[in-house]
């Protein structure tokens, strides 16, 4: 280093930080240790001198899970524009720059630049535009010698130069593909947004700079094979489907969106509120996730229970003890911000995307219960199935990442699983009920079991007469109205601990005081004959299994 520049620098101090010296992760380089941990954001850059693979050792490399984010170059509309002055700036040739700048932003980019070139001759402005634009910026090889600020504007504007030629390579990218709209590129009042991903070059290359195959193992639970095929295609995938030993009770009233839990949702979120507090006053540790606002602002819960909010989950082991969780809401990205990703990750995909949705559209879909019930909802999708995954590796991902939080195959005793939002999921659900229900802990109809012996019957003047408390009059006829007299209805709405141990019969009376009559009974055949006539005061003629 020249004088001049050592007295430059000693005008600046260097601050560290205050945890430095005790961080594990720059503890790793201080050893000569086997295992290196890196974030992912190192996947999309080269290595260091320092940090080059060497040809004599043998490497395992081991990716976690949603690693695809980090390779995403446009996150919001600050970042990697190019702007038109910029490009009037760039030296390229003048009748390419013109043709750029008066591209139109309500016409397919590049219907309108093969309209006023043809391909060949966009090729060579392609290539002669990058040839340029990398010859600038090794004009300068004086960067050491320069004074720290100077150092500074020139790093600027080699950014600018290294975006030009990033512009001219995903153009030329799209254009090869012979698209006639661009997924790359938006055009601008007074500058392109530019869309790509990144590629992974961290494993890629030794210290001497030649090309190398490494082993990768990706670790993920909601991993789209769609998107993992772009950056790693040549991968064997391998399913394991294990056991969970949980409980799964989820509202259909309700999507608790962080919106309407905002305005107007004070009546949802003491439901919310009230479930938490019975749990733990049943002695529970209770684990709550949701929107951030919501449960730091407005979710209570004891010293002994504990809140963590969505995209900040991911990687927790510190819940495997707690006995529940209660899920709040979801996280559901605006179709503007869903089409920005899509952009990204599949910019040179050989076929178009449907973009420029205002909004998600409605679309009826399925819940799984174990009861059998067939019973769906709306749901909010996008018309194209490639950005619909993405929406459901978002919207759905979360909330099955935030129930793993409770690690739910090792655990010997069950786990409950409160859901409250109407959200339809990937799972095999025990309960489908109002969210006032789950926060009380009972419906109606396990209420009236409770209040029996093994056999309830399903008479609503019965149930009048004889649970007056629970069904005034009037309340059965409007109860099983609102939840159904089918087997799987009933099943799904016996709100205990066991329902399949409860079966359903079909009776009649003597006298004929009723027939096609239905209970449910956890006793055998002959003892819920018996029973039924105890309860009636006359006696069954006929009783069968359904």
């Known amino acids: 280093m020249t004088q001049s520049g ?3 620098i000693s005008h600046y101090t260097v601050k560290k930080c205050s945890c430095y010296d005790t961080c594990a992760y720059i503890k790793q380089w201080e050893s000569n240790c086997h295992i290196r941990i890196y974030p992912h954001a190192y996947l999309g850059q080269d290595r260091n001198l320092l940090d080059k693979i060497d040809p004599a050792r043998e490497y395992r490399i081991v990716i976690d899970e949603q690693f695809h984010k980090s390779l995403l170059s446009n996150t919001d509309d600050v970042h990697r524009r190019v702007t038109f002055d910029k490009i009037e700036e760039s030296g390229w040739n003048p009748e390419f720059v013109e043709l750029l700048i008066n591209a139109p932003k309500d016409k397919p980019l ?12 966009l090729s060579e402005y392609i290539y002669d535009s990058i040839k340029i634009s990398k010859n600038q910026i090794h004009e300068h090889d004086d960067l050491i010698d320069m004074y720290p600020p100077d150092q500074v504007k020139f790093a600027e504007t080699m950014e600018a130069k290294s975006n030009l030629i990033k512009f ?7 254009l090869t593909l012979g698209k006639s709209e661009s997924i790359a590129f938006i055009v601008k009042e007074d500058h392109f ?4 991903r990144k590629p992974v070059t961290r494993f890629s290359y030794n210290k001497d700079g030649e090309q190398v195959n490494m082993p990768i193992t990706i670790i993920d639970a909601d991993l789209n094979k769609k998107i993992n095929d772009l950056i790693f295609p040549a991968v064997n995938y391998f399913d394991f489907n294990v056991e969970k030993n949980c409980r799964y009770i989820q509202c259909y009233n309700s999507t608790n969106s962080k919106f309407s839990l905002k305005n107007g949702g004070d009546g949802r979120i003491a439901e919310a509120n009230s479930l938490i507090q019975r749990l733990e006053g049943e002695g529970k540790r209770v684990l709550v996730i949701g929107n951030k606002d919501i449960i730091a602002d407005k979710i209570v819960v004891s010293t002994n229970s504990a809140k963590i909010h969505f995209n ?9 003890d707690f006995d529940c969780a209660v899920l709040i809401g979801r996280v559901e990205p605006s179709c503007d911000d869903l089409e920005r990703v899509a952009r990204q990750l599949f910019y040179n995909l050989p076929h178009d995307l449907s973009l420029r949705m205002e909004n998600l559209k409605a679309e009826i879909r399925g819940y799984r219960l174990k009861s059998g019930w067939k019973v769906g909802r709306e749901m909010r ?4 199935p490639t950005i619909q995954e993405l929406l459901e590796l978002v919207r759905e991902a979360e909330i099955l990442q935030a129930i793993d939080r409770l690690r739910l195959v090792y655990n010997t005793e069950r786990k409950d699983v409160y859901i409250l939002t109407n959200v ?22 396990s209420q009236a079991w409770s209040s029996v012996n093994g056999v309830l019957p399903l008479n609503q003047k019965w149930l009048e007469l004889t649970l007056p408390a629970i069904f005034p009059k009037g309340g059965a006829k409007a109860y099983f109205e609102r939840i159904g007299t089918s087997i799987p209805q009933l099943l799904n709405n016996l709100f205990i601990d066991n329902p399949n141990e409860v079966s359903v019969y079909e009776y009649s009376l003597e006298s004929n005081k009723g027939s096609g009559l239905k209970c449910l009974s956890k006793l055998d055949q002959e003892d819920t004959l018996t029973t039924l006539g105890q ?12």
């Open 381 to 384: 999708v996008h018309t194209d």
């Open 6 to 8: 050592k007295e430059s």
């Open 312 to 320: 900040n989950l991911r990687g927790y082991d510190g819940f495997k």
């Open 193 to 196: 947004e530019m869309f790509y």
């Open 110 to 121: 590049y219907k309108y630049l093969l309209e006023s070139k043809d391909e060949k001759a």
């Open 535 to 546: 309860l009636h005061g006359l006696g069954v003629k006929s009783i069968k299994l359904i």
């Open 424 to 445: 339809i999921l990937d799972l095999d659900i025990d309960h489908l009920l109002q969210s006032s229900e789950m926060a009380q802990g009972f419906t109606k109809l």
């Open 168 to 174: 001219m390579k995903v153009m030329d990218e799209e």
